[in-house]
Nanobody
């Protein structure tokens, strides 16, 4: 069974940076495209960034130029480097398979950006 463990969130001032990590187990990680998602209070979960199994990346317009997704297949881990953070980036951040999710979600990691 797949397990997804997100970490690295916290409270940061606007303009600051955070690096999120997501450790994945229970699957052959290297064959899957992965994504980072976020859910703000009262809003639906949205896709923030994706990375294919070959390392090709794509980003939501709202984070393009500020966030960078990467992966380390040897560590079964996907990362999200977040720079120039804005209050509107405040949300719980999750990782999962891009496209059809794995059928379960991790607990997420809270990111709070103060103005």
């Amino acid at each position: 069974q797949v397990q997804l463990v997100e970490s690295g969130g916290g409270l940061v001032q606007a303009g600051g940076s955070l690096r999120l990590s997501c450790a994945v187990s229970g699957i052959i990680f290297r064959i899957y495209a992965m994504g980072w998602y976020r859910q703000a209070p009262g809003k639906q979960r949205e896709l923030v960034a994706t990375i294919t199994n070959r390392g090709n990346t794509n980003y939501a317009d709202s984070v393009k130029g500020r966030f960078t997704i990467s992966r380390d297949n040897a560590k079964n881990t996907v990362y999200l480097q977040m720079n120039s953070l804005k209050p509107e980036d405040t949300a719980v951040y999750y990782c999962n398979r891009f496209g059809t999710d794995f059928g379960s979600w991790g607990q997420g990691t809270q990111v709070t950006v103060s103005s």
